[in-house]
T-cell receptor
Framework: QKEVEQNSGPLSVPEGAIASLNCTYS??????FFWYRQYSGKSPELIMF????GDKEDGRFTAQLNKASQYVSLLIRDSQPSDSATYLC????????????FGSGTRLQVQP | DTAVSQTPKYLVTQMGNDKSIKCEQN?????MYWYKQDSKKFLKIMFS???????INETVPNRFSPKSPDKAHLNLHINSLELGDSAVYFC????????????????FGQGTRLTVV
């Protein structure tokens, strides 16, 4: 069983629409949740992090966390073609393990 | 100034060769990592060092040997390269949040694309 699961996509949305990216995780002890964006041929870069249940907003991005359902999502409002990339969900468990466990990523395509 | 830098960016080599990838971070972080990203874009932890001490060693062939001369550097040496080692290897670093609870994000280097022929 994969520890962090994401739909591989591609998720295709028109420019200006809301893109919704989802992630589930298996370890109930997970404490920290991250969304990274990775353009083709580039390294992952942090978009958002969230530690507490609920929503966290940063500009056009909103991260949502539901620990009871072991679910974390990323909403991108007013999607732009420049948002087209692979979005990686990453989780860290509260076990003293100092490393992130990544999902396989969801490829987002924003159509102009 | 590049925060996490790794060299080389591209590495093409023949099966059976030995190669090294170097990584340096100037962020003052305590923890450094090596991740492997396969052709399906799946990022998997290989090793983690905290203040030069190995703390994570995933199921990686012992042909892979990390070395951390100081907390700002983490190198990866690979012996007897195989075709299946072809991947992108990312170095990353993070600040130790003291274990447990919230955990700080990892910053990634630009990656080393290793191709074994």
């Amino acid at each position: 069983q994969k520890e962090v699961e994401q739909n591989s996509g591609p998720l295709s949305v028109p420019e200006g629409a809301i893109a919704s990216l989802n992630c589930t995780y298996s370890d109930r002890g997970s404490q920290s949740f991250f969304w990274y964006r990775q353009y083709s041929g580039k390294s992952p870069e942090l978009i958002m992090f969230i530690y507490s249940n609920g929503d966290k907003e940063d500009g056009r991005f909103t991260a949502q966390l539901n620990k009871a359902s072991q679910y974390v999502s990323l909403l991108i409002r007013d999607s732009q073609p420049s948002d087209s990339a692979t979005y990686l969900c990453a989780v860290n468990a509260d076990t003293g393990r100092r490393a992130l466990t990544f999902g396989s990523g969801t490829r987002l395509q924003v159509q102009p | 100034d590049t925060a996490v830098s790794q060299t080389p960016k591209y590495l093409v080599t023949q099966m059976g060769n030995d190669k090294s990838i170097k990584c340096e971070q100037n962020l003052g972080h305590d923890t450094m990592y090596w991740y492997k990203q396969d052709s399906k874009k799946f990022l998997k932890i290989m090793f983690s060092y905290n203040n030069k001490e190995l703390i994570i060693n995933e199921t990686v062939p012992n042909r892979f040997s990390p070395k951390s001369p100081d907390k700002a550097h983490l190198n990866l040496h690979i012996n007897s390269l195989e075709l299946g080692d072809s991947a992108v290897y990312f170095c990353a670093s993070s600040q130790d949040a003291g274990g447990g609870g919230a955990y700080t994000e990892a910053f990634f280097g630009q990656g080393t694309r290793l191709t074994v022929v």
